[in-house]
């Protein structure tokens, strides 16, 4: 009896010293810290509370908050757009969009439910499910067109079926506790934030939310955003850190890959461990993570929308320089870049003086450029109308104030212009906006095909142009349809570069000239793990071709209608023109 009452006495002190638990079954110990969330640049800073379940280092907010930390701070911040609402039934968070579209958290069976993917993921302003100049405002104030206009009667829209994502399977669990539902950070910006190509970076102090670019220039020197972000010491993760992130990564990928079907991928956990990689990506060992990471992206997948951009804050900003020496590129990376190399190199052989964007040689006018780039901030045609005085001008031009210039010079008064070749050799991708308003520029009309690999969803959608500035739409817009149109493309051509010879080809109406374009089929998805690494993925929105009512993608290229088969073939202008007047 004695003895029976000195145990009794024991429990009694130790259960004293345990922290207090909710009341209720499953309850847990959750413990919250206010940290600084950054949105855009390092002026601009909000206190957010993340909380930490049963002592885990892995973050998690609250689902009633989301939409705050989603959209920021700022009374502009959610201008335009309906904010999603949030509700508790029983054990299942959910959050609500416009219409009653919603998404559901089930803390029971730890399972994400989309009622609609599509639809609860698009922008409030895009006309179709699937919207290619996303977030493009097609109408003025006095209701004429700008740029662009959706032709939304002849458009074609496939809903996709609901999307359930079973976190649990990957160990990842949701709390209900208090009427409130928690959720992994990394989760809700995986799944939530990373279709508006901005993402929650987290350092173990504070988070960044947007896109990867504000850490580093384009020499690939911190900013001082990025100062921040990598100012803590590299440090090892903890157990439950590297298992939730390695979790979460598999979740994410199997998830959004777009080009799971073509690569033969069932399950990302499984291709880590058959690649020898899942013990290095769940070490607490950030560099060995990161390397793991690396090979994953880089040599194992080896499409090139897909690579990784930056380590982690845990494994330091410089650690991402020894990778490619240490582990070296994947066999379609590296020759892809020896062909890039080669095009350049034949391009500066054949024109050492340089290629301007737009040149005429004879009866036939070239248009030249290497990426597609959207209208700058600030620049409006409709306002201060475009004007090309010098060579510098006409070099400075966005692909957009291009397609302008050069269908004014084309359809000019006692114009020579026959043919019109659009030279894409070299261009390797850039804004899907500019290479929707380019596709219209020559076919009076640009259709592109999209399908949703998570969802099943397809879209056709239709958009024309007000190429002239008029602000409308008409015949007048679509006179290089009379000419004699031409495309160059090479295996160099790739993304955005091959969606516009996907598009031509698929038209019957532009001749191809030179070797099959490069692929790139899905929109690239930018994506962080959940300690901070940063890397691109070819994402769910897969571009396809249409042939008999069945979408196919685009990843393996348009052939051409004629092979050149030398590169320099490409860039000797006279020898090119005099070829495509023989062509009948």
């Known amino acids: 009896m004695k003895k029976l009452l000195c145990c009794v006495v024991a429990l009694c002190l130790l259960a004293s010293a345990l922290p207090v638990l909710a009341e209720g079954a499953g309850a847990h110990t959750i413990e919250t ?39 920021g701070p700022g009374d502009d911040a959610t201008e335009g757009i309906i904010v999603p609402t949030f509700s508790m039934a029983g054990n299942v968070g959910t959050l609500t969009r ?21 639809i609860y993921m698009r922008d409030s302003s895009d006309a179709f499910m699937i919207d290619m100049i996303d977030g493009i405002s097609t109408e003025g104030e006095d209701g004429s067109v700008r740029y662009f206009a959706r032709a939304n009667d002849a458009s074609y829209e496939r809903y996709g079926t609901e999307v359930t994502i079973n976190a649990g399977d990957y160990g990842i669990d ?3 506790e208090g009427g409130e539902c928690y959720v992994p950070m990394q989760t809700l910006s995986d799944l939530l934030m990373s279709y508006s190509y901005s993402d929650i970076y987290y350092n173990g102090e504070i988070a960044y939310v947007g896109g990867t670019d504000a850490f580093a220039d384009e020499n690939g020197d911190l900013t001082p955003m990025g100062e921040i972000f990598y100012s803590v010491k590299p440090h090892d993760r903890s157990q439950s850190m590297a298992n939730f992130t390695y979790n979460e990564l598999c979740l994410v990928l199997d998830t959004f890959y777009g080009l799971k079907d073509n690569h033969f991928i069932t399950s990302f956990r499984e291709l880590a461990e058959e690649t020898g990689l899942a013990e290095d990506l769940a070490s607490t060992d950030p560099v060995d993570a990161d390397g793991a990471l690396y090979q994953l992206l880089n040599l194992h997948l080896d499409d090139i929308h897909t690579c990784m951009f930056m380590t982690s804050p845990a494994s330091g900003h410089d650690a991402f320089a020894n990778f490619k020496d240490e582990y070296g590129q994947g066999q379609s990376r590296m020759f892809r870049n020896k062909q890039v190399e080669m095009y350049l190199e034949a391009r500066d052989a054949v024109r050492p003086d340089g290629i301007l964007p737009y040149e005429e040689f004879g009866n036939t006018a070239y248009i030249t450029f290497d990426e597609f780039d959207t209208l700058p901030d600030g620049v409006d ?12 001008d ?4 966005n692909t957009i104030g291009l397609m302008i210039y050069a269908y004014r010079q084309i359809n000019r008064k006692d114009s020579p212009i026959e043919n019109v070749v659009l030279d894409l050799s070299n261009n390797r991708g850039g804004d899907s906006q500019a290479a929707v308003y380019t596709i219209a520029a020559f076919l009076g009309v640009c259709t592109v095909n999209t399908r949703n690999t998570c969802s099943g969803a397809r879209v056709t959608g239709n958009y024309m142009i007000d190429i002239n500035l008029d602000g409308r739409v008409d015949e007048d817009d679509m006179l290089l349809t009379q000419k004699r149109l031409f495309c160059l493309e090479s295996c160099c051509s790739f993304s955005c570069g091959n969606l516009v010879p996907c598009a031509f080809k698929e038209s019957n109406v532009v001749t191809m000239l030179g070797r099959a374009s490069g692929g790139g089929a899905c929109v690239v998805l930018p994506l962080c793990t959940a300690d901070g690494s940063s890397f691109w993925l070819s994402g769910p929105m897969q571009l396809a071709f249409l042939k008999n009512g069945a979408f196919y993608d685009i990843d393996r290229g348009a052939e051409p209608d004629f092979p050149l088969m030398q590169p320099a073939s490409f860039y000797d202008r006279e020898a090119l023109t005099e070829f495509i007047n023989g062509i009948r």
């Not at 855009?40 to 957010?48: A, F, G, Q, S, W």
């Not at 416009?98 to 599509?118: I, L, N």
């Open 98 to 118: 416009e219409a009653g579209y919603s998404v559901d958290f089930d803390c029971d069976a730890d399972t994400v439910r989309f009622q609609d993917f599509d």
């Open 394 to 397: 006409l070099k400075n031009l």
């Open 381 to 392: 045609y409709y306002e201060t109308p475009l004007s090309v005085e010098t060579e510098e």
């Open 33 to 71: 810290r206010t940290l600084n969330f950054y949105y855009r640049d390092p002026d601009t800073v909000m206190p957010v509370e993340v909380h930490f379940i049963d002592g885990s280092d892995v973050p998690y907010l609250a689902l009633s908050d989301w939409s705050s930390v989603m959209y």
């Open 174 to 176: 949701f709390i209900a």
